[in-house]
């Protein structure tokens, strides 16, 4: 058998400006319908497996346990009140979600804050439905590194703001390392300022459903953001990743890897990675790519490149996608050399996500994710 | 003291087409402590000889045997053949992304061996057959055969040669692609490994210039899928004077 590899290079066409702002925007869910199948953005979603979080208004019945490590420079405060200006949400879960929840994290860090340690927030589920607001401030000229924690299990929608003050530079981790039940419903959304840099990387290994929507949007010229992804399905798992860079701003910069495996029956991986770069935003430079690795039958992955270029004058914009199976070469390579076919097929599945990891550069989690992986696969692979 | 018997061996490749004989019976012996060259034009069959003999789920097995000190090699997987004692260096060995060269010899080792090697004594081990192959000691961390020169390739199958000491070697043109030094370089590394005594080599090549270096005890010349001639180290000379239109009976 050799390796099947698809590859999905699309037309990139310059399109007329066309208005995209969403037809709704709001804090309130019972300003949007209730999505279904038929609506472009839950087509590959199993609305059944929802537990109802689309329709925006199933009660809490418990909370999540929220932990921060203490680290200079940084503060977290958990606040009841809703208070300050919030840009609506583009979707009923979203809505649903703030409308629902009793209070909201705000992680800080302090202008001009070098952090020295990586702040960890970790979100443990104990089975209940809950929501979260999480705010991630970056003061001017800050650095850091936020790694969030997902674990336990849930039925929880919880949003991340991100706010990259200019000059800033942050890097924010979300593990999706749920128990096998686990359903988590999100949107990221990144702002970035003037000169300012993001690496926003979304890492989905548990749950039964996990749906992250991470967006940037930059408010002035310079940004840059790099979203990078890695994500593994077993069998009956769904992980959907929708991104969307909205390239205002001129002379910004936006680059996305993800890369997932697939294994088992029902395994299903979804990558939409949407990216406009509207007629003012010169000077563009824009990349994306998608690679998917179906380790045994029955598992799907969908991989959507989407770029829509309004304007001619840019630096660069691509994108690329494939899904193939192991390569028997490589393996042959690997057996000849006394290694078992199962052992090979390891070591092909964790070479195939080290440069991802290199590139993620926070080492504390590496041997969490290489670990996970291969405990989920349980043995087998 | 192994030995390898191929006998009556034939072989198709599964094409596009259906089914293609390349193998039309390969009779060929080697011992450990010898030097076999086969030598043939391209497209003979000689890569296919040796990917049979390793293994390679491509090649189909159509007659013959294969056995190694009297097991049959052919009922036996990949894996199992390297730990039993088979080596093949490729002619065009394959990129794993993202597996550095340390963890692949290590991983590889540890199966051959049956045990993980101990940590000092292997470090010491992959340093001194690196250095002794001119192999930048930072190759170690590099991934296998990424963005690697053909030369550099070249050497790393000799490296793997080297630390596995296999009873049987097949060379597949590990010659080609090198320049002068490095190919004096790779020779030597092979005669280490002969000089034990302990392997048999069937090296496959083109060129008489590896065999100024390694000198073979038989060459055999290879064509349309099988050997037609044998005989000592002057046979090569005769090839490379004469080419190896003498040697195909109408
Ligand atoms: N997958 C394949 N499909 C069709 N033909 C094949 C395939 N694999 C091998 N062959 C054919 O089998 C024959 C033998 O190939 P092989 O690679 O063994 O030759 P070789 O003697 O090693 O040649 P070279 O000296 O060029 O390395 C060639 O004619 C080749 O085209
Ligand atoms: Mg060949």
Redesign the pocket.
């Known amino acids: 058998m050799t390796a099947v590899t698809e590859h999905i290079e699309r037309e990139v066409a310059i399109v007329p400006p066309k208005d995209h702002t969403p037809v709704i925007r709001s804090l309130d869910p019972s300003d949007f319908p209730t999505p279904t199948s038929r609506d472009e953005e839950f087509r590959f979603t199993p609305m059944a497996k929802l537990r109802d979080l689309h329709k925006g208004d199933v009660p809490t019945t418990g909370g999540m346990a929220i932990a921060v490590n203490k680290v200079p420079g940084a503060t977290f405060e958990l606040s009841a009140a809703k208070t300050g200006e919030r840009q609506g949400f583009t979707d009923k879960i979203a809505a649903g979600a703030w409308a629902s929840l009793d209070s909201i994290s705000t992680l800080t860090i302090s202008a001009d804050a070098q952090l020295e340690e990586s702040v960890v927030v970790s979100i443990v589920g104990s089975g209940a439905v809950s929501y979260g607001q999480l705010d991630i401030n970056v003061g001017k000229f800050a650095k850091a590194v936020v790694i969030v924690d997902h674990i336990g299990d849930a039925t929880y929608a919880g949003n991340i703001d991100i706010n990259v003050a200019d000059g800033a530079s942050v890097c924010v981790v979300s593990l999706q390392d749920w128990d096998a039940k686990a359903v988590h419903l999100a949107q990221h959304r990144i702002t970035l300022g003037r000169d300012s840099s993001v690496k926003h990387v979304s890492i989905t290994l548990g749950g039964e459903v996990v749906r992250i929507l991470p967006s940037v949007v930059y408010t002035a010229p310079g940004g840059q953001a790099e979203l990078l992804g890695l994500y593994f399905a077993g069998a009956g798992q769904h992980a959907e990743h929708r991104l969307f860079v909205d390239h205002s701003e001129a002379n910004c910069r936006s680059n996305v890897v993800y890369k997932g495996a697939l294994d088992g029956a029902d395994a299903h991986t979804v990558w939409v990675g949407d990216v406009l770069i509207r007629a003012n935003a010169v000077g563009t430079d824009t990349y994306e790519i998608n690679r998917n690795l179906v380790l045994s039958g029955g598992g799907r992955a969908d991989s959507v490149p989407n770029l829509e270029i309004e304007t001619g004058e840019i630096v660069g914009a691509g994108h690329a996608s494939t899904t193939g199976r192991f390569d028997d070469e490589q393996l042959f390579y690997l057996q000849s050399r006394g290694i078992t076919p199962d052992e090979a097929r390891k070591l092909v599945l964790r070479g195939f996500f080290e440069d991802l990891l290199s590139q993620i550069g926070v080492p504390e989690i590496n041997d969490r994710v290489r670990n996970s992986i291969e405990t989920r696969l349980g043995g087998h692979i | 003291m192994s030995v390898i018997e191929i006998k009556g061996l034939t072989v198709q490749?599964?094409?596009e087409d259906g089914p293609?004989d390349?193998l039309r019976g390969v009779d060929l012996t080697v011992k450990a402590g010898e030097v076999h060259a086969l030598m043939?034009?391209?497209?003979?069959?000689?890569?296919?000889?040796a990917y049979a003999i390793a293994g390679h789920p491509?090649y189909s097995i159509t007659g013959g045997s294969v056995t190694l000190d009297g097991q049959d090699v052919l009922a036996m997987s990949v894996d199992e053949r390297a730990r039993a004692g088979l080596f093949l260096a490729m002619?065009y060995p394959v990129e794993v992304p993202g597996v550095s060269i340390s963890n692949f010899l290590r991983t590889s080792i540890t199966a051959i061996r049956g045990e993980a090697p101990n940590l000092r004594h292997w470090i010491k081990e992959l340093k001194e057959s690196m250095a002794g192959l001119q192999i930048d000691p930072q190759f170690a961390e590099r991934n296998v055969n990424e963005g690697f020169s053909g030369g550099e390739r070249k050497r790393t199958e000799i490296l793997q040669m080297e630390l596995i000491n296999p009873r049987i070697a097949v060379l597949d043109?590990t010659d080609s692609g090198l320049d002068v030094d490095a190919l004096r370089v790779v020779s030597e590394g092979i005669n280490r490994v002969c000089a034990k005594g302990e392997t048999g080599v069937l090296l496959i090549t083109?060129f008489t210039r590896i065999l100024k270096y390694v000198k073979p005890d038989f060459v055999h010349v290879?064509y349309d899928g099988r050997i037609v001639r044998e005989g000592g180290s002057e046979l090569a000379d005769d090839i490379e004077a004469n080419g190896y239109a003498q040697f195909v009976t109408a």
């Open positions: 490749v599964t094409t293609k390349i043939g034009p391209n497209g003979s069959g000689k890569s296919t000889l491509k002619q043109e083109h290879f």
